[in-house]
Nanobody, 125 residues
């Protein structure tokens, strides 16, 4: 399995922006579908955004459409999540995940095999 490390989380005010990074090692990121999920305290892990293995297909959870953008730089083995217009309800631990290459960017937890340790995003009101 590929090893994933997230970074870029932090504390931001409502309306602010953050860019999360997910660095992959032990494998080339362009061999994987890559996804972002989040988990708030006391809640289950939910889908945020994903890109398929060659970047030609992306998917977003409805509440982040138009605000978040997932992208990948396979030369750097890194996937990004640009988050704009952040809201308090975006507060959560954000996880990066890697799964088998498929034409469609997956939105389900079970479609991913490798997970990072998570990075905390806190949006203050």
């Amino acid at each position: 399995h590929v090893y994933l490390v997230e970074s870029g989380g932090g504390l931001v005010q409502t309306g602010g922006s953050l860019r999360l990074s997910c660095a992959a090692s032990g494998g080339s990121s362009n061999n994987y579908n890559m996804g972002w999920f989040r988990q708030a305290p006391g809640k289950e892990r939910t889908f945020v955004a994903a890109t398929n293995w060659y970047g030609g297909n992306t998917d977003y959870e409805d509440s982040v459409k138009g605000r978040f953008t997932v992208s990948r730089d396979d030369a750097k083995n890194t996937v990004y999540l640009q988050m704009n217009s952040l809201k308090p309800e975006d507060t959560a631990v954000y996880y990066c995940a890697a799964g088998p290459p498929k034409p469609r960017a997956g939105a389900m937890v079970y479609e991913y095999e490798s997970w990072g340790q998570g990075t905390q995003v806190t949006v203050s009101s």
